[in-house]
């Protein structure tokens, strides 16, 4: 059974950082293309981050709302995704999901991690 | 940059009904990855349909997806008590590399 635990999430305020992470189990991890999507409270789905499997080198890819502030990696042997979060604005306020990516899908998703940036 | 537009915003039914939700793309799709999503309050998002027509994992049949080019459907055949919802479209492969719809609240009547 294929499972993602999201976990890091809290309280910060502008300008600060934080780092999410996301622990996988059964599937292949480094196989597989991972994303981290955001939903502001009471808003719709935006996607953030991603970052591909090993058959894309793990490239990674970013939304123009995020870049240069927000970063994907992943520890394969641990299973591992995270997201290194810097420069928050009030705006990144959030619950951020971890998914796992399956021909132009997002197949799976953790149960959320709230961000809450405030001063 | 691509859009997805959802309509209705909001959809109001009853259980045993049919229901069918639009999702209209800004631009002809490229490719056909164009998927549908259900998301229950306080609830991750759950995959329905991939690849525009193709049912995830244990999704019931009667959830089904069509369309081409710019205009996609998700259709659900006699609606359950579980099945109200929010729903998203979402589109992979532009800039960004996914796109979602705004959703449509199908609600119960």
């Known amino acids: 059974e294929v499972q993602l635990l999201d976990s890091g999430g809290g309280l910060v305020q502008p300008g600060g950082s934080l780092r999410l992470s996301c622990a996988a189990s059964g599937f292949s991890f480094s196989n597989t293309g991972m994303s981290w999507v955001r939903q502001a409270p009471g808003k719709g789905l935006e996607w953030v981050a991603g970052i591909y499997g090993s058959s894309g080198a793990f490239g990674t890819y970013y939304a123009d709302s995020v870049k240069g502030r927000l970063t994907i990696s992943r520890d394969n042997p641990k299973n591992t995704l995270y997201l290194q979060m810097s420069s928050l604005r009030v705006e990144d306020t959030a619950v951020y999901y971890c998914?796992?990516?399956?021909?132009?899908?997002?197949?799976?998703w953790g149960q959320g991690a709230l961000v809450t940036v405030s001063s | 940059e691509l859009v997805l537009t959802q309509s209705p915003g909001t959809l109001s039914l009853s259980p045993g009904e049919r229901a069918t939700l639009s999702c209209r793309a800004s631009?002809?799709?490229?490719?056909?990855?164009l998927a549908w999503y259900q998301q229950k309050s306080g609830q991750a998002p759950r995959l329905l349909i991939y690849?525009?027509?193709s049912r995830a994992t244990d999704i019931s049949d009667r959830f089904s997806g069509s369309g081409s080019g710019t205009d996609f459907t998700l259709t659900i055949s006699r609606l359950e008590p579980e099945d109200f919802a929010v729903y998203y479209c979402q589109h992979y492969g532009g800039s960004p590399r996914y796109t979602f719809g705004q959703g449509t609240k199908l609600e119960v009547k």
């Open positions: 690849a525009v027509s």
């Open positions: 631009q002809s799709l490229s490719n056909n990855y």
């Open positions: 998914a796992k990516a399956l021909v132009g899908a997002l197949e799976a």
